[in-house]
């Protein structure tokens, strides 16, 4: 069973800056790609950010020049850098891994973003 375990989030003024980090109980290699997801109250969960195991990202349109996912190897870690936040970013954020036909989640982590 993969564990994932988000941290990073927070309350930060609009304009500021979190960074996320995932850490995966296994190593990352096992996974052809992870992914940064949200769910804002009263909406759909959304893809924010995907990286590859080879290293090719792609983000949401809402989030594209503003976010960065990256992932240490060695330390079996996916981030999220999350830069000029807005009040919409504000969200529960969630790690993904599918892996076959599973599809592990971290439990979230709560970033709040104050105009």
């Known amino acids: 069973q993969v564990q994932l375990v988000e941290s990073g989030g927070g309350l930060v003024q609009a304009g500021g800056s979190l960074r996320l980090s995932c850490v995966a109980s296994?190593?990352?290699?096992?996974?052809?790609?992870m992914g940064w997801y949200r769910q804002a109250p009263g909406k759909q969960r959304e893809l924010v950010a995907k990286?590859?195991?080879?290293?090719?990202?792609s983000y949401a349109d809402s989030v594209k020049g503003r976010f960065t996912i990256s992932r240490d190897n060695a330390k079996n870690t996916v981030y999220l850098q999350m830069n000029s936040l807005k009040p919409e970013d504000t969200a529960v954020y969630y790690c993904?891994?599918?892996?076959?036909?599973?599809?592990?989640w971290g439990q979230g982590t709560q970033v709040t973003v104050s105009s």
């Open positions: 296994e190593s990352i290699f096992r996974f052809n790609a």
């Open positions: 990286i590859t195991s080879g290293g090719s990202t």
């Open positions: 993904n891994a599918p892996l076959r036909a599973a599809d592990y």
